[in-house]
Every structure is written in C-alpha cells, then in structure tokens.
C-alpha cells in the first residue's frame, strides 16, 4: 500500500467527514464506555481487497487502543465469507469508525475487482490495463493503488507529471503541428507527450512531427488496427473509449500497447465487505 504519509490525509478527512462536530452520538448515548467488542471484517461477494491498510487505519486512528490484525493482504483474491481482519477493543471506537473504514475498503476493492476483470478478459494479448484521472475526488491515491493491486497499471497521476493533448487542446492551438511543437518546446527532458486522436488524418500528421504516445479516442476495432499498423512502433499505442469486459478483449487483439478505463475507477461497483461483532 502507498506510504502512510501519504493515506493517512485522506482517512482523516474521511473520518472528520463522518464524525462531525459532536462525534459518534448514537453510540455515546447507548454503549457503556466500558463495553469491548470483537468483531472481523468480512467479504460478502468474491473479489480483489484492496485498501485494508486504509481501513484499518480508521479505526487505529479512531481509537489507539483497539488491537487490530490483518488476515488477508491488499491484492488477494478473497471469496465470499473470507475474513480479512479481526478487530477487538472499546466498542465506541468500533463502531464510530466502522462506516468509513467500509467505504475506503469497499470502494478500493470495487476497483480492484474491476479491474482485474479487463485484466482477466485480455490474458495472452500484450495490451495493459491502465486507468485515467476520472477518479473520486480525494481518494485518487488510493483509488490508483487499486488498480494496481488489480492487475493494472497507472496512468498519469495529475496534470503535471505528464503531457496529455486533447481535442480542447488542438482547438486553441490550431491544430495537431502546432500543438505538438509548442508542447515539445515547453516540456522538460523527462516529461513524455502524448497526444489525443480522433483521425487516422491526426495520427499521420502527429507521426510526422514526432510524438512518444498516441491515444486514439474512440475508434472501433478495424480502425485500431490500421492505427497500429501506421505507428509501426514508433510512439506507444493507446485505446481508448467505451471500454468494458465485454468490449476490451477485441480492443486487445488490434495490437495496442495499452488500453485505458475510466470505468474501473469512476463506474466500478463497490465490493461488498461488512463487520460484524462477534456474538
């Protein structure tokens, strides 16, 4: 999992979200102080874990004295009725942090799982799985972790650690030349460029100015190929647009290098995971 320094901001924030001004009211003006629980977190649906140490880090976070044990590790294939942690301690402290470890888990194993079934559907090609910066405001670290531990691999994490021009991009440019030369002049000498296509007219101009990536927006299957035929290897490939289990797998078989999904982080259904308290 990514350093705690840099989850721990956002668990934080989760649980401030959650706890509010008063804290965990409910459970103040029912559960003795004195009351200690044990209870195990548990997968309700087969899938990928992933963000346990996010998860746990609530409830360390919420209260110091619970002990906490992970059973399962970040990556995992887990079936259903699988446990992956067992928590004991303060009751209070359980439960006020229960929802917003569940929504960190449940959250980051959905994309895990979602992406491992691309992952799964293009086996034996030599395309990649990666992702994009439609991710959940706030929890794109995690989120992107996710799709690692998924099988996948990341793209950009933010608008500055890579050039990506897009179609908003070329307009106010006028055009894929100028465009590409104003980039290049701009970029620094590890910075790679990659530049959105529509056209395979885009992609001929784009090759000859020179480009290290190309993404090639929205083209059906034949017209992917004829793109990775025209590139011959001379900048990566990438496929984008509409891309789901059912679709990846003729994506793959164009010849692309990688293919990109936004719905593996902004549309993936969560992975049903609960606690319960023993007894």
């Known amino acids: 999992m990514a350093l705690r320094l840099l989850i721990e901001p956002l668990v934080r924030a ?10 965990d009211i409910t459970s103040e003006a029912i559960v003795p102080r004195a009351a200690r629980v ?17 998860a746990l880090l609530a409830f360390e976070l ?13 990556g995992q294939r887990v079936a259903r009725g699988t446990v992956v942690a067992r928590i004991a301690g303060p009751a209070r402290g359980v439960l006020a942090a229960e929802r917003t470890a569940l929504n960190l888990l449940s959250r980051a194993s959905g994309v895990a799982t979602a992406t ?28 992107k972790e996710a799709v690692r531990l998924g099988g996948g691999a990341n793209h950009r994490f933010g608008l500055d650690d890579a050039m990506l021009i897009k179609d908003n991009h070329l307009a106010l440019a006028g055009g ?27 992609l001929a101009e784009a090759l000859e100015v020179g480009v290290d990536a190309v993404l090639l927006d929205n083209m059906d299957p034949p017209t992917l190929r004829e793109a990775v035929a025209m590139v011959g290897g001379r900048a990566i490939t990438e496929a984008s647009g509409r891309i789901s289990p059912q679709t990846v797998a003729a994506v793959a078989a164009t010849g692309v290098d990688l293919i990109s999904s936004g719905w593996i982080t902004h549309s993936a259904p969560i992975l049903d995971l609960g ?3 023993a007894g």
């Open 14 to 23: 989760a649980l401030i979200e959650d706890l509010g001004r008063a804290g």
């Open 38 to 54: 044990e209870a195990v977190i548990a997968a309700r649906q087969p899938g990928v874990l992933a963000g346990l140490d996010a």
């Open 62 to 74: 919420t209260e110091p004295d619970l002990r906490i044990e992970p059973l399962s590790a970040d």
């Open 176 to 202: 894929v030349k100028p465009a590409l030369e104003r980039a290049r002049a701009g970029a620094g000498h590890l910075v790679k460029i990659e530049l959105e296509v529509d056209t395979l007219d885009q």
């Open 116 to 143: 491992r079934a691309l992952v799964d559907a293009i086996a034996g090609s030599k395309a990649r799985i990666v992702c994009t910066r439609k991710t959940t405001p706030g929890l794109r670290i995690l989120e």
């Open 275 to 277: 606690l319960d308290i």
